[in-house]
C-alpha cells in the first residue's frame, strides 16, 4: 500500500491548536516502523483542480489570507499548505487509476478537508481534499462512492455533491456534535447520525447498513474520509470506540473488494499513531 505524505505538512500549525502536526508525524512514525508501507510524495493541487468542487472566491481567500473563522486559523502560506494537502488526495487516486496501486492508497495530509463546502472553510478545513479527488474521478467518468467515518459529519463533502450524478455519500457521525448537520438522507447522501457514547455494537449495525448502501450502489471506486475521532479517548467527541476496534472497521471495508482511497480527517488523541497502524495492518 502506498502512504503519500510529505514532511511539508508538518510545517505549519498553531499553538495549541488540536489540529496539529503532531497528529500526522505520530502517525507517520508508527507507519513507517511498521514496514509494510511504500512511501511517496504528493505535489500542489492545481487552480482546475479546485475549481471543479469551489468557487473563485473560496480559493481567493484562502491565497490571499483574507479569511477570518474561529476554528481555523488564517496562517501564512495556508494556500500552500491545503494546495498540497488536496495533492496528497489526488495522487492516491492517480496511482489507483493507472494501475500503480491494485487496492489501497492512502493520503496522510493536513490540513484536513471534509467541512470545506463549495464556498466556505471551516472546522480546521480550507479545501475538501476528498471531493478534490472525487471530482476528478467523475470527470474521468468513474462511479464513485465516498465513506466518511470521521466523528463528525461531513457538511462539506455532502454540500458538494448533494443531488450529483455517480456518486455517493455515506456518512456515519455523532450527533448532536459539530457541525450539527448530517440528522437524515438527502437526495444522493446517507446520514447515519449516532449518539454520544455509541459503542462498537451500534456502529457495527450502522456501518453494515451504510455499506449496503454502498453495495447497491457498485462503485467503480470508494474514497473513505478516514476520522480516528471516533476513539472512546478522543478529546474532542464521545464515541466508544476502541483500538481493537479499527482492525473490525478495517475488515468490513476491505470486505467490499473495492480499489479504495483513503483521505486523513480528524482524530485528536495522543494514540493516534497506533489506531492508525492497527487498521492499516489489518487493512493490507
Ligand atoms: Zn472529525
Redesign the pocket.
Known sequence: MTVIYSSKFLDFGEVGHPESPQRLELIYHELRDAGLFHFETPSAATLSDLLRVHNMSLVEQVKRNEFYNPDTPNIENIYSFALLSAGAALKAISLLEDGREKRFTYALARPPGHHATRKELGGFCYFNNIAVASARLLADGKKVAILDI???HGNGTEDIFRGKKNIIYVSLHQSPLYPGTGLAQHDNCFNFPLPPGTSMDSYIEALSLGLRQIKKFSPDILGVSL?F?TYAQDP??EMRLYRSDYRIVAGMIKRLLLPTFFVQ???YSQDIGKLAKTFFSELI
Do not use: M, Q, T, Y
Open positions: 470521521d466523528v463528525h476520522g475521532d474532542l467527541a480527517e480528524g482524530g
